[in-house]
């Protein structure tokens, strides 16, 4: 069985990080058919996730983004094509901007 390990580090805080973690959520069940729950914690969510050869979690918290994968037999064959599109998915999400500080850069330049 092929194992993913992803971190991602962040800035963001709790709040901000939720909602991208349900986004991800949402992407994951549209895109990869994947079965998703969202367990919002005090300190740390959980986003459970599997299909058919994949199970998973992902943990939210104020400064970071934990990944575990685990791969089926089948599909432990495309791991790394498989990591590279979660990685990819998790980068842009965490890339976008942020309309709040976008709002702000703009009015601080108007001043």
Known sequence: MAELHIVREHTLGLAQARKI????????????????????????DEVNFSRSG??????????RFE??????????????????EIVSNLDTLLAAPNPKRASRKKIKSAE
């Open 21 to 44: 973690a349900f986004k991800w959520a949402e992407q994951a069940q549209t895109d990869f058919g994947l079965a998703c729950s969202y367990i919002e914690g005090d300190g740390v």
């Open 67 to 84: 990944l575990r994968v685990q791969l089926g037999f089948l599909l432990g064959a495309f791991k790394h094509r498989i990591e590279a």
């Open 54 to 63: 994949v199970k998973g979690k992902l943990d939210v918290d104020a400064s």
